[in-house]
């Protein structure tokens, strides 16, 4: 069987993965558009931070793919499918036969009307404008950055504020310009956000919120940015970070189904061909596009299945978790978050506000167990309530010890049961990372190589460190500690004697 894979990002590599994994007698082709293989995406905005070495994102090198008879042509975009001769063309005038096309394009950014904006017709921003979705935009700003003094990131949300602070810790000095009233507002409630403004000010980041770019200043480079208020942020970079879109446009053209994204049921096949595939960003699966690495992965897996057994694998939707990657901001939103039905049954909304100290838990349990939660200003919090989310058991009934952070049982990584996923976007348990340090995985680089644990957004690496801290010998001991260390250094050290 042909298998030709579009696209050869995060979700394509993880499907290619799978299916290599168990595979027998399939033809594996990766068409990727971008020209340097498959790399983390996620770590980009720590590449920018100057967090994560540049070299460090690569997925698998060219050796990985040939042991596993794998073809892949990076560089390629395809521009055509043609699903009558089942075959698709690259811009470079090459074709490739299929059998099954897994369609993994990913999503494009967002790019509002703003006048000036756009240098010419061809659609190339003006210089010193950015986006930030490929490994090419990241090095690009990073060589804007290098002599920047005054930094405008257009778009409050996630993407916006870690490029925002990851820009801030480079020198120039950044202003974060966002339509809505509320930063992160798809992920907080009200009071949340406030208190992330606040957190956000005293990093040194002024936020003009409720705020319109209307257009671009200069003419052969951004020398600002003019509000709907009609005054202007002077700056010499822009970076325009407002989300991004599924990329449908093969699709379209291929007159597959589309709405936001490619539509597809829960084998992940589209719904108008059996044959055609959709995962990662560019898929929208029960009116959901998800634009998350986990749902990415999970969809992989499943398209894997559908495409060899012949039985179709069975995706019923994730439950997700929003991290911000910025130093400094310690948050965490999932789930219900907005509703405020105090008095709905069965409902309870407990609350922790501290503005002072940057702090903000809010918790929305239904019948007893956590459908919601936002973490800001404290990062066992954080990792305590992700846990009862993902658990979804019943909470213990002193709600306020989870607000704060206190000792909840079965709420410490190193407590956690077996079968609790620890890394969620590769579904890697805490059993499976006991079992790696059993057989000799002493530091969290080691327990990647060996389960792919922290190889998607990262965030569970100081759970991964406080669990190879409470190795067998240790479980027991008295006056545990939490890993503190940084994501980095958690990565690069070892864990010796059960402590960190
Ligand atoms: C800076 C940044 C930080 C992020 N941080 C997080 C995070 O912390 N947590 C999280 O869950 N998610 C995060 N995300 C989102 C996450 O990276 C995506 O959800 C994930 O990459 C989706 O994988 P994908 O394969 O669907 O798309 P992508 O990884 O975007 O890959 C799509 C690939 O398809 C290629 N392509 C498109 N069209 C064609 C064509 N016609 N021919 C050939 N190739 C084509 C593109 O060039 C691209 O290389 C972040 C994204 C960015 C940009």
Same mark, same amino acid.
């Given at each position: 069987?042909?298998?030709?894979?579009?696209?050869?990002?995060?979700?394509?590599?993880?499907?290619?993965?799978?299916?290599?994994?168990?595979?027998?007698?399939?033809?594996?082709?990766?068409?990727?558009?971008?020209?340097?293989?498959?790399?983390?995406?996620?770590?980009?905005?720590?590449?920018?931070?100057?967090?994560?070495?540049?070299?460090?994102?690569?997925?698998?090198?060219?050796?990985?793919?040939?042991? $596993? %008879?794998? *073809? @892949? =042509?990076?560089?390629?975009?395809?521009?055509?499918?043609?699903? &009558?001769?089942?075959?698709?063309? !690259? /811009?470079?005038?090459?074709?490739?036969?299929?059998?099954?096309?897994?369609?993994?394009?990913?999503?494009?950014?967002?790019?509002?009307?703003?006048?000036?904006?756009?240098?010419?017709?061809?659609?190339?921003?003006?210089?010193?404008?950015?986006?930030?979705?490929?490994?090419?935009?990241?090095?690009?700003?990073?060589?804007?950055?290098?002599?920047?003094?005054?930094?405008?990131?257009?778009?409050?949300?996630?993407?916006?504020?870690?490029?925002?602070?990851?820009?801030?810790? $480079? %020198?120039? *000095? @950044? =202003?974060?310009?966002?339509?809505?009233?509320?930063?992160?507002? &798809?992920?907080?409630?009200?009071? !949340? /956000?406030?208190?992330?403004?606040?957190?956000?000010?005293?990093?040194?980041?002024?936020?003009?919120?409720?705020?319109?770019?209307?257009?671009?200043?200069?003419?052969?480079?951004?020398?600002?940015?003019?509000?709907?208020?009609?005054?202007?942020?002077?700056?010499?970079?822009?970076?325009?970070?407002?989300?991004?879109?599924?990329?449908?446009?093969?699709?379209?053209?291929?007159?597959?189904?589309?709405?936001?994204?490619?539509?597809?049921?829960?084998?992940?096949?589209?719904?108008?061909?059996?044959? @055609?595939?959709?995962?990662?960003?560019?898929?929208?699966?029960?009116?959901?596009?998800?634009?998350?690495?986990?749902?990415?992965?999970?969809?992989?897996?499943?398209?894997?299945?559908?495409?060899?057994?012949?039985?179709?694998?069975?995706?019923?939707?994730?439950?997700?978790?929003?991290?911000?990657?910025?130093?400094?901001?310690?948050?965490?939103?999932?789930?219900?978050?907005?509703?405020?039905?105090?008095?709905?049954?069965?409902?309870?909304?407990?609350?922790?506000?501290?503005?002072?100290?940057?702090?903000?838990?809010?918790?929305?349990?239904?019948?007893?167990?956590?459908?919601?939660?936002?973490?800001?200003?404290?990062?066992?919090?954080?990792?305590?309530?992700?846990?009862?989310?993902?658990?979804?058991?019943?909470?213990?009934?002193?709600?306020?010890?989870?607000?704060?952070?206190?000792?909840?049982?079965?709420?410490?990584?190193?407590?956690?049961?077996?079968?609790?996923?620890?890394?969620?976007?590769?579904?890697?348990?805490?059993?499976?990372?006991?079992?790696?340090?059993?057989?000799?995985?002493?530091?969290?680089?080691?327990?990647?190589?060996?389960?792919?644990?922290?190889?998607?957004?990262?965030?569970?690496?100081?759970?991964?460190?406080?669990?190879?801290?409470?190795?067998?010998a240790q479980r027991a001991a008295p006056n545990r500690r939490r890993c503190t260390l940084s994501d980095d250094r958690c990565d690069e050290e070892r864990v010796p004697g059960g402590r960190t």
């Amino acid at each position: 069987m042909r298998v030709v894979v579009v696209g050869h990002g995060m979700a394509a590599t993880r499907f290619v993965e799978e299916l290599t994994g168990n595979s027998a007698g399939v033809e594996v082709t990766v068409l990727g558009g971008e020209p340097r293989g498959s790399y983390n995406r996620v770590l980009l905005t720590s590449v920018l931070a100057g967090d994560y070495p540049r070299d460090g994102i690569w997925t698998h090198d060219a050796g990985w793919y040939r042991d $596993r %008879g794998v *073809t @892949v =042509r990076d560089g390629i975009q395809v521009t055509g499918i043609d699903r &009558a001769a089942s075959l698709v063309t !690259g /811009a470079d005038g090459s074709r490739f036969g299929y059998d099954r096309l897994v369609l993994a394009t990913g999503g494009v950014p967002n790019v509002p009307p703003v006048a000036g904006l756009r240098a010419d017709r061809s659609g190339g921003l003006l210089a010193g404008c950015h986006t930030f979705q490929t490994l090419a935009d990241c090095e690009a700003l990073l060589a804007d950055a290098r002599h920047a003094r005054r930094a405008v990131v257009v778009g409050g949300g996630v993407l916006g504020l870690e490029v925002a602070r990851a820009l801030s810790e $480079r %020198g120039p *000095t @950044v =202003r974060v310009v966002h339509r809505s009233g509320a930063l992160m507002d &798809a992920q907080l409630d009200p009071d !949340g /956000a406030a208190v992330l403004r606040r957190t956000v000010d005293e990093l040194g980041i002024g936020c003009h919120l409720s705020t319109v770019a209307r257009a671009v200043a200069g003419r052969d480079r951004v020398t600002g940015v003019v509000l709907d208020s009609g005054s202007t942020l002077d700056c010499d970079l822009l970076v325009v970070a407002c989300g991004i879109k599924p990329d449908t446009a093969l699709a379209t053209g291929a007159e597959l189904a589309t709405r936001r994204g490619v539509l597809v049921d829960d084998a992940m096949r589209s719904v108008t061909d059996q044959r @055609v595939l959709a995962i990662g960003d560019c898929a929208e699966h029960r009116g959901r596009a998800y634009g998350l690495v986990e749902p990415a992965f999970e969809q992989a897996a499943v398209a894997a299945r559908t495409v060899l057994a012949g039985a179709p694998g069975r995706y019923s939707g994730s439950r997700t978790v929003t991290r911000l990657k910025a130093r400094g901001v310690e948050l965490a939103s999932m789930g219900e978050v907005a509703p405020e039905p105090y008095d709905e049954d069965g409902v309870e909304v407990v609350k922790l506000i501290d503005p002072a100290r940057g702090r903000y838990v809010k918790l929305v349990i239904r019948n007893g167990r956590l459908v919601g939660a936002v973490a800001l200003g404290d990062a066992d919090v954080a990792a305590s309530v992700t846990v009862a989310y993902d658990r979804r058991s019943i909470l213990p009934p002193d709600r306020v010890r989870l607000l704060s952070g206190g000792e909840q049982p079965g709420t410490d990584p190193a407590d956690l049961s077996d079968a609790t996923a620890v890394c969620r976007c590769n579904a890697v348990t805490a059993g499976q990372i006991r079992t790696s340090a059993g057989r000799g995985a002493r530091s969290v680089a080691a327990v990647a190589r060996e389960t792919k644990a922290t190889t998607g957004c990262g965030s569970c690496r100081s759970a991964v460190a406080a669990l190879l801290a409470a190795r067998p010998a240790q479980r027991a001991a008295p006056n545990r500690r939490r890993c503190t260390l940084s994501d980095d250094r958690c990565d690069e050290e070892r864990v010796p004697g059960g402590r960190t």
